[in-house]
């Protein structure tokens, strides 16, 4: 076998010398790898965008009253914090960046099965991102919707809705496209020997999650066109007052948006399911199980949507049924949560920062989950609807959740992708930083919805306003969490150390090439004949690594 | 694309080049993946159809009235026979009769541009009888005639868009065949866009029935 | 690739597809010619399995997936059964609001 030595560096996809130079060598790279850094670097100007309008409508949230925006430029901040965060960073999210970057790696392929599409996907990203940011500034003034871009309002407002529409639309097919080349990524290139049950779990929940994609967001693709063609044509769909019915626009506005939910939990427990068994230096209890239990969350969140809908006017009928419905949903979930503990359990856990990470994320994810009981249940969530306890509720599961694995995923896969370390004490002194202000800022809302403090006011009574005031510093807490977070990860990347090709003793195929990966990943096809969590060779790795792969038989 | 590697081994033909690997296989798999998207995007339109027809059983009837029945039949076997000489086409490559191939393609898209013409006619004839989107007629008729007038126009309109963009991947594929860029060999592209072109069928013939046959 | 592709294909005759073709106009002609009967409220659900029919044979034979891989049709009937599970969950709604 032609395995290179460690210390022999092949040149890296970094610098590699392509047909174009510079920047174009960039945004017209077809490279799986390169495109996956496209849009980690777009995804974390546009998080930065959406935080800085989350920090300026917490200062207004300081006293009742105006602070510093008035009530119509609130009302167009909570819409674009939304419409940033979800469209334009969670739900391309962990699979944009490493979905993109790890899912051929860990399949053992060189490139996903389309990689001109997925340069294509990103170009459609940008697009509608830049829709979304322009319409801030053109006449007639920000859309003041709120995200959902709930009709008749949706269809009546002065403001500039179509074109953060279009923007979203676009969004949607970059998001279709993505899916639909991991799936066939999925069922085509895997590396000889790698089956079905062979591959790492995050190419399981990237797979179930493609799969949502493909099958949820042309539903949401056809509501936001008959909205934009009902704006420009004034044609009887969704306005009542041409008989249309709103509700079915909220059907359909859900049977997208709340699989969306699971488009960006499910990577994120993938990348749980990854860190775990690293860290706790044994496989990860319950492989099938957890394997199973993504596709479940796919199948069934996907028929859970209207629990968003328990006080909109539809029937009893359905409302008794969603509320059902929504509680089996927490089944497939608790399986992986009870799974990641076992792996811990009797595993030599090595304490790093992406293991802090997924802990912040079993709390913070368990509080979010556990609300969201509450919310599904009928009863209870006709009196909390609509108040800061969904907010928190949703901030718990997708901050918590989803963004807070984004940062864990960073700190387990950054080494890899540029071959070099960050401090691990500062990132987790930024970590308990981001947890402390995560709590204050979130928990407050708990309890102010829970008091009847309604979402998405510009001003409130004065009882409210000593929860509203700590909350608001929790807030700064955080962004001061997160600074630090960034700016030790920036650091590392330019400045670090050199992390070696497997710094956390990691057992899936990404760790067993040079890190960073060569253009082609591989400097051959492997052949895989372990399970991808096998760590009986992976306590002297530096010496066992390539036999694990190529005579993994011997064992 | 691949540079030089000293002492690797080959690898498999199809892996070798990670930006240009041919997989018909895949290739089509990709098509499907995307052709359900566009089924569900005309199902959320079909959902819509279907609460709406409940609500207002009585004016749709009313309203389809105005629909030219002769109309939509004839541009149903147009469509159909427009997808016959897509998959003929596909036959014909696949035996390498280019020419024949060619020619069907040729038919296909003057059948689908037949179909537009008569949508033509049929959407003007609605127009000039003062029905159209946002018409002071159609805004004093009843909600649920404004609602499946709605319907109608989104429908057909979106289906229209998809004929149109059906024949410019056609013509895409004529120039593609006349370059012998499709062969008896390599025809994925041909099959993918004869499966596009089935959809835009498949999507009409359920409208077909929807629209034009209320009684 | 391509070799292995143009094996597993199955070629379908052009008189197989005349045939399926003269299929679907027979029945654009007979649901065009019962839609004048009254048959009441079942009118609709026989011109819709009219046009089911019609599909099954534009899917099977012009899209040719009766022939391929089992995988495709394995994906085709999860993207209807996401389809149907869409309009009955949204039934329970406008059925009994």
């Known amino acids: 076998m032609a395995n290179p030595t460690i210390a022999e560096k092949f040149e890296s996809y970094l610098d590699y010398p392509g047909m174009k130079k510079g920047l174009f060598g960039w945004i017209f790279s077809i490279d799986h790898k390169r495109i996956g850094l496209l849009y980690l670097v777009s995804m974390v100007l546009f998080f930065a965008v959406g935080v800085t309008l989350a920090f300026i409508m917490k200062l207004e949230m300081l006293s009742p009253g105006k602070d510093v925006v008035d009530p119509q430029t609130y009302n167009t901040l909570f819409t674009l914090h939304g419409v940033i965060m979800i469209f334009l960073f969670i739900i391309p999210g962990i699979p944009a960046v490493f979905g993109n970057f790890f899912l051929p790696i860990q399949l053992g392929a060189k490139d996903v099965a389309f990689p001109r599409l997925n340069l294509l996907s990103w170009w459609l990203y940008m697009i509608g991102g830049i829709f979304a940011i322009v319409s801030l500034f053109l006449q007639g003034g920000p859309i003041d919707t709120g995200w959902t871009f709930y009709v008749p309002y949706s269809i009546r407002t002065t403001t500039n809705v179509i074109l953060p529409l279009l923007g979203a639309f676009i969004l949607g097919f970059s998001s279709i496209l993505t899916g639909l080349n991991f799936i066939t990524t999925v069922h085509r290139l895997r590396a000889p020997g790698m089956t079905f049950f062979k591959m790492p779990l995050f190419v399981w929940a990237l797979y179930s999650t493609a799969w949502i994609q493909v099958v949820s967001t042309p539903v949401v693709g056809i509501t936001i066109v008959l909205v934009i063609i009902e704006r420009i044509f004034q044609i009887g769909i969704f306005d009542p007052a041409l008989g249309g019915d709103p509700i079915l626009f909220q059907h359909l506005f859900w049977i997208y948006s709340h699989p969306a939910v699971y488009i960006m939990i499910l990577p994120a427990m993938g990348v749980v399911s990854e860190i775990l068994p690293t860290f706790a230096k044994r496989t990860i209890f319950g492989y099938k199980a957890i394997a199973y239990s993504s596709l479940a969350i796919a199948f069934i969140g996907y028929f859970v949507w209207a629990h968003h809908m328990f006080t909109s006017g539809m029937s009893d009928t359905s409302r008794m049924i969603f509320s059902l419905l929504t509680f089996v949903v927490a089944i497939p979930s608790g399986v992986k949560v009870f799974n990641w503990i076992a792996t811990l359990y009797k595993g030599s856990i090595d304490l790093r920062p992406p293991l802090v990470y997924v802990m912040l994320f079993i709390f913070l994810f368990s509080i979010g989950g556990l609300t969201g009981l509450i919310l599904g249940s009928l009863a209870t969530d006709v009196h909390i609807h609509d108040t800061y306890f969904v907010v928190a509720h949703f901030h718990y599961v997708m901050f918590g959740g989803t963004i807070i694995i984004l940062f864990g995923a960073l700190h387990y896969w950054l080494p890899k992708m540029f071959g070099r370390m960050y401090n691990e004490k500062v990132a987790n002194i930024a970590a308990g930083i981001i947890f402390v202000g995560f709590n204050i800022l979130y928990f407050t809302m708990f309890i102010l919805g829970y008091q009847g403090m309604p979402r998405r006011y510009w001003s409130y009574l004065p009882e409210y306003q000593t929860l509203h005031i700590i909350s608001t510093v929790g807030s700064w807490i955080l962004i001061l969490g997160m600074i630090v977070m960034f700016w030790n990860l920036i650091y590392g990347v330019l400045k670090g150390k050199s992390a070696g090709d497997n710094p956390w003793g990691g057992t899936t195929l990404e760790w067993q090439i040079q890190s960073p990966p060569i253009m082609e990943n591989f400097h051959e096809i492997p052949t895989i004949t372990h399970e991808p969590y096998y760590h009986a060779a992976a306590i002297n790795t530096e010496d066992n690594k390539h036999k694990k792969i190529d005579e993994g038989e011997n064992e | ?215 | 690739m391509t070799d292995n592709h143009n094996k597993e294909h199955h070629l379908i005759g052009y008189g197989t597809y005349f045939m399926i073709w003269l299929s679907l106009i027979s029945l654009t002609v007979l649901t065009v010619s019962i839609a004048g009967v009254n048959f009441g409220s079942i009118a609709l659900l026989i011109a819709l399995l009219i046009a089911a029919i019609k599909s099954g044979l534009v899917i099977n034979y012009f899209m040719h997936i009766k022939f391929d891989d089992i995988i495709f049709k394995i994906f085709f009937l999860v993207a209807m059964a996401t389809l149907f599970a869409i309009f009955v969950l949204t039934s329970f709604d406008i059925f009994f609001r």
Do not use: C
């Open chain 2, 1 to 215: 694309m691949s540079k030089p590697n000293e002492g690797v081994e080959k690898v498999p033909l199809h892996l070798a080049d990670p930006h240009h690997h041919k997989d018909a296989i895949g290739a089509k798999m990709g098509m499907w993946l995307f052709l359900f998207t566009e089924l569900l995007l005309f199902g959320g339109l079909f959902l819509l159809y279907m609460a709406y027809r409940l609500q207002y059983t009585q004016d749709f009837v009313i309203a389809a009235k105005e629909l030219n029945l002769m109309m939509g039949t004839i541009n149903t076997i147009v469509l159909l026979t427009s997808s016959l000489t897509m998959a003929l086409s596909i036959a014909a490559i696949q035996r390498n009769k280019k020419t024949l191939a060619i020619w069907m393609l040729v038919v296909t898209v003057a059948f689908a541009l037949a179909f537009m013409v008569i949508k033509y006619f049929e959407w003007t004839a609605k127009i000039h009888h003062g029905i159209y989107p946002g018409s002071p007629d159609l805004l004093n008729m009843p909600n649920g005639e404004i609602i499946f007038y709605g319907m109608y126009y989104s429908m057909t309109g979106l289906h229209a868009l998809h004929v149109i963009i059906g024949v410019v991947i056609i013509l895409f594929m004529l120039v593609f065949l006349i370059r012998d860029k499709i062969t008896q060999h390599d025809y994925i592209k041909l099959e993918n866009a004869g499966l596009y072109w089935h959809l835009v069928d498949l999507i009409w013939i359920f409208l077909y029935p929807l629209f034009y046959l209320i009684h």
